[in-house]
């Protein structure tokens, strides 16, 4: 399944380099929103939120009441997550909130599995050179993203794996790193990170993963 991504920055639709160089920039909510809608997922990114920047929180909710969304940048407390379902998100991301001390804090998604449910919680695992970055990709942890599927495995409907070394850069991702992930769960599992072609999401798909893709649609090499 081919899942759209909508980055929030500044109030408009950005697409990063590796998490960090603005590459394009849009503001045509509407056609997007479009084109968007015939999806059964998307997924909105608040990158502002994520960084410590402030947030989009507004345009966050507009797109949440119109798109099916999965929702995730800076949701650090089960309340915020409580209040972005509320304004109409499918399901929430966290993040860095899953990591307390270089560890995967357990307490805190058994807590959100808890009071959210299993099947609204999606596990970001973003990865920097093998290991699980986190506040807006600035932090490296000494975490392996195989470890943290491992842990999180009973308290989330889904993991989202970024590739953050190829993220944005088109140069495709690489799928012996996928395959291990996809044995280690039975979870959904999301893989995102210069996903650049339809035979690349197909072949995905074979190895029953799941395909986040941004720049590509943006760049125009997939139609959506």
Not at 147 to 152: E, P, S, T
Not at 174 to 179: A, C, G, M, N, S
């Amino acid at each position: 399944m081919l899942i759209p991504s909508i980055d929030l920055m500044g109030g408009k639709i950005v697409q990063l380099v590796q998490g960090s160089r603005k590459e394009l920039e849009f503001d045509n909510f509407e056609e997007w929103i479009e084109r968007f809608s015939k999806y059964p997922l998307v997924q909105v990114i608040d990158l502002d939120a994520a960084m410590g920047q402030g947030q989009n929180r507004k345009l966050v909710k507009e797109l949440a009441t119109r798109l099916p969304c999965q929702v995730g940048g800076g949701i650090r407390t089960i309340d915020a997550a409580g209040t972005i379902l509320r304004d109409g998100a499918r399901r929430v991301i966290f993040g860095s909130a899953l990591i307390s001390q270089g560890r995967v804090d357990c307490s805190f998604a058994r807590q959100a599995a808890e009071e959210l449910g299993v099947e609204k919680i999606v596990a970001a695992v973003d990865s920097r050179a093998g290991k699980v970055a986190v506040k807006g990709w600035t932090q490296i942890s000494e975490i392996r993203a195989a470890d943290m599927v491992r842990l999180l495995e009973p308290y989330c409907t889904a993991f989202l794996y970024t590739h953050i070394d190829t993220e944005g850069l088109l140069a495709g991702i690489p799928l012996d790193v996928i395959r291990e992930l996809r044995r280690v769960t039975s979870r959904q599992l999301i893989a995102a990170g210069g996903i650049r072609s339809e035979e690349e999401i197909a072949h995905l798909d074979t190895i029953g993963v799941d395909a986040v893709v941004g720049m590509a649609i943006y760049r125009g090499l997939i139609p959506a």
